[in-house]
């Protein structure tokens, strides 16, 4: 408009000037100056709209490179973290999902067809079709869990509400919370185990220390063997109490292993000789089946390989029934000495076996076998031996017997954290 004006301004200037002027040379002067005024009016017009437009595209250009910017970090970001993202829109159309969401529901390249989105999702879990994620985030629902084939997911719904209050879609969130709900049940199930294990060995205490104090017995053999009994549960509950020391530290410490050498033969006889008094009252058989004259030494932390050692052939013997039978046998090989310890005792559950070195954990059988534990000697064995650099490993066969099998190369071990 302004352009309009300006020009329709100049032409009148011209024909007044061409009214006034009589004198043709003069007119075509006059029309010329005018001209030349009007070009460069519209010189300095144009010059200062093309450097105001510069200017402008210039800081567009900038605003759209950070945005674009900040996108692909968030894409970035979003993309490797490790819980799962999807975003739906309030059509429910699906605007995006990362990587880990592609890993869970199986889709590993290319776009994700948008018409299948749902049947991809319900194979996971149908809380994750688009309508649902929309719906759970608009009544504003609390995480739920789902159980994925034995993993843990914990999703959080996010409503998409931008700066004039219209709600626009929605954003759930998956996490993997197996390992936090692991460490709860073993934590709840250690507790249960000990409050089980405790509640005997007290009550049993008591019941003793009471008959004593009555004066009920008078028979110095029925006291004494009344003593031996209350000695007996108190190293019962203070194997207990060690226990729980062992976990509450496992995890905060460092093994430092007294490595030195050690002949293996002699060590396994002390300590079938130890343990055989025990054994003996069950009418249970230790066998030491290898050469009385074997000699195989190794650098190792003695102490630690006894506390193994100790635990498996404590294990043989309180899940063997009476007159059963153990054999401990040591086996040479170029790289490795492996000690095998096989009982004919109750077994394990195949559907236990790969659980057996979990912290805390103690078979169903063994629980309404009436046999005590706390299920923390198996995975701190393992620890110790691996400490070693080798391997422990368990064969069973329900109502048959188990086999043991440690190994421990013929190297100097290394220590590890994670055990006291």
Not at 346 to 353: A, N, Q, S, V
Request: one cysteine or more; a negative charge.
């Amino acid at each position: 408009m302004a352009s309009f004006v300006l020009l329709l301004t100049c032409f009148t200037a011209m024909l007044v000037i061409f009214m006034l002027l009589e004198n043709k040379e003069h007119m075509y002067i006059a029309a010329a100056a005018v001209i030349a005024a009007h070009v460069l009016v519209w010189w300095f017009i144009y010059r200062k709209i093309l450097i105001d437009e510069a200017a402008f595209f210039e800081g567009v250009t900038e605003d759209m490179y950070a945005i674009h910017f900040r996108l692909r970090t968030f894409e970035t970001a979003v993309r490797q973290i490790r819980d799962g993202v999807i975003i739906v829109s309030e059509e429910e159309d699906l605007v995006y999902m990362n990587e880990t969401v592609r890993n869970l529901f199986a889709v590993y390249e290319g776009e994700v067809d948008i018409s299948r989105y749902d049947e991809f999702a319900a194979g996971f879990s149908e809380k994750l079709e688009r309508a649902k994620i929309i719906e759970a985030a608009n009544e504003n629902r609390p995480p739920e869990t789902i159980n994925f084939k034995g993993q843990y997911y914990k999703t959080s719904y996010i409503a998409l509400v931008p700066e004039k209050g219209r709600w626009r879609g929605a954003v759930a969130v998956i996490s993997d919370v197996t390992e936090s709900i692991k460490a709860d049940r073993m934590q709840s199930e250690f507790i249960s185990n000990v409050s089980h294990e405790l509640r005997t060995p007290l009550t049993n205490v008591k019941t003793y220390a009471e008959t004593l104090m009555t004066g009920a017995v008078e028979d110095e053999a029925t006291v004494h063997e009344f003593l031996e009994t209350i000695v007996t549960e108190t190293d019962e509950i203070n194997r207990l109490i060690q226990d729980f020391r062992k976990l509450a530290s496992m995890d905060y410490q460092e093994l430092v292993l007294n490595i030195d050498e050690c002949n293996i033969p002699p060590l396994v006889r002390m300590l079938v000789k130890k343990l055989s008094l025990s054994a003996n009252k069950r009418a249970i058989t230790i066998n030491c089946m290898f050469p009385e004259d074997l000699n195989l030494s190794l650098e190792i932390d003695r102490a630690r390989i006894e506390q193994v050692i100790t635990n498996i052939l404590n294990n043989s013997i309180k899940y063997t029934d009476e007159k059963g039978r153990i054999d401990v046998e040591i086996i040479s090989a170029q790289n490795c000495v492996q000690i095998v310890i096989r009982d004919n005792g109750m077994g394990i559950p195949e559907e236990d076996l790969s659980r057996v070195f979990e912290r805390l954990f103690r078979s169903e059988k063994a629980k309404t076998g009436g046999t005590s534990g706390t299920g923390l000697g198996l995975g701190i064995s393992k620890q110790i031996v691996e400490a070693h650099g080798g391997t422990i490993e368990i064969e069973s066969v329900y109502g048959r017997g188990t086999t043991v099998t440690i190994t421990l190369p013929r190297n100097k071990g290394r220590g590890v954290p994670g055990i006291l």
